[in-house]
């Protein structure tokens, strides 16, 4: 009866974040009927914003066709990009970078090595707004060597740097004509970078439109425009798609909910959409507070108890339609240095209300729920009030850990109110997602050491000293051996410890016409390369 009215409520959803609503639009920037053969609109929940590359407000699927890092991530591992080779000094400290010779930036700027020491030197001189990247506290100097040769000097070996460099920002370059008064931090003047589109018109929240670059250094994009349309979300979405007023859908930055899957089976079913999923980009998690103490999530038997009553197969088939995995670990296995041995925890509300009995949590007679030295097992879970699934995940795991004494109250809240508490301490658990494929594990790893991401969640257990030392270790060393060792070890600790309670592998979910070709991934969770994809002819 429970799962059935969850699925019930799945269906409703209806593409609710990713697949989002749209009325036919007197304000549509291009023909529907070329749109339909020629170009791409997709729906987006959010406005493009800010496309400064160096702060954090624009859309970061936008920013990847309109400006590009040093070098890429890619499942093959670090190629290059605008970089076309580099070296790294024997003591790990000095990498030198071989520019491209036939780049310039959309406004006709040439891009060269001076070009790449403003930028970067733009990106230090707002350090604070960059300090949850560790690479902005390990530059020492940025050099230009000659006009496609520039210098990164750092203070000590950092073995993410190249990783880091190939983020969608804030290591990644504008125009410097665009700078203000030779900075970025305060705004820019324009949004001109190298990458394979060019921003040719901004209506703001409304939509955006973006112009293929015909003096791309890596050829001209077949698809001579992009739209990115800014909806409401709906079921009218389903309705949109069906016409062509919107032609493509993918999920969003955010990663908060996946395609209804019953619905786009209904799409695919019309013989106008497919749908194309990537591997695993993330896991979805719930995020325990270990260092509240006056919470029982401090607790590491409370913890590995609610580990134990997350019915993971029944989240991935019922809530999310099959389109993510069940998780068992912090990182999927396809994570580099993060394929490591680690006990599994499948749902067993048996075994977790054992737990809970040899850790002293006694069933109060006649309530149903447990306490201990007069303290109830109540906790509160935040979860994103924009997310629909979220909202059921967390319901489905209310339940559950109802039915063995364990009172969890939900709270809504916008996604910046959640990252707020994350930053400062003030939840017991909360739900929360890995930094992605293309960052991980170093990323999220670095985080647990970061009051701005994780501090509060691994600060509370007994090994966090050892655990933050040895963070600290893997991103110095510079033997790989004994680096896989140490993630190992970091990776087995919060593990044991039950502090990030894994829900599913999150994805990038893509529907668009049946007719568009070489449709990709990136390693990123945040980007597409459109310039990519190909109508057939």
Known sequence: MFITTFKSITILMVLTVILTACNPAKDQPNNQAETATKNITYATAKDINDMNPHLYAGSMPAQGIVYESLVENTAEGIKPLLAESWDVSPDGKTYTFHLRKDVKFHDG???????????????????????????????KACRVVDEYT?????????????????????????????????????????????????LADHQPEQYATFKANPNYWNGTPTIPMITAKVLPAGETTYLALQKGEVNFAFTDDRGADSVDVEAVEQLIASGKYQRVQSESMNTKMIVANTSRQAS???????????????????????????????????????????????????????????????????????????????????MKLDYDSNSSSQKIEAELIQSAAAAIGMKLELTGEESTSIANRRSTGEYDLLFNQTWGLAYDPQSTIAGFTSQNAYLYATQGIPEAPKLYKTIDQIMTTTNEQTRQQLFTDVLTIVHDEAVFIPITNGNITVVAPSDLKGITFKQTQYELPFEQMSFEK
């Open 296 to 378: 029982p999530v401090h607790e590491q038997a409370v913890r590995e108890a609610l580990w134990y009553v997350v019915d993971r197969e029944t989240i991935s088939k019922d809530i999310m339609g099959g389109t993510e995995a069940p998780a068992y670990t912090l990182f999927s296995k396809n994570v580099n240095d993060a394929d490591i041995p680690l006990q599994e925890r499948a749902y067993d509300p048996q075994k977790a209300a054992s737990l809970l009995d040899s850790a002293g949590w006694v069933s109060t007679e006649g309530t149903g729920s447990r306490s201990k030295n007069g303290k109830p097992l109540t």
């Open 109 to 139: 700027e040439p891009f060269n090595a001076e070009a790449v020491k403003q930028n970067i030197e733009a990106v230090q001189r707002n350090s604070e707004k960059h300090a949850w990247i560790k690479l902005s506290t390990k530059i």
């Open 150 to 198: 520039v210098e990164l000097v750092l203070a000590e070996p950092y073995y993410p740097t190249l990783a880091e460099l190939s983020m969608t920002r804030p290591y990644v370059f504008i125009s410097p004509k665009d700078f203000k008064n030779g900075e970025t931090k305060d705004g820019v003047n324009g949004y001109h970078g190298t990458g394979p589109y060019v």
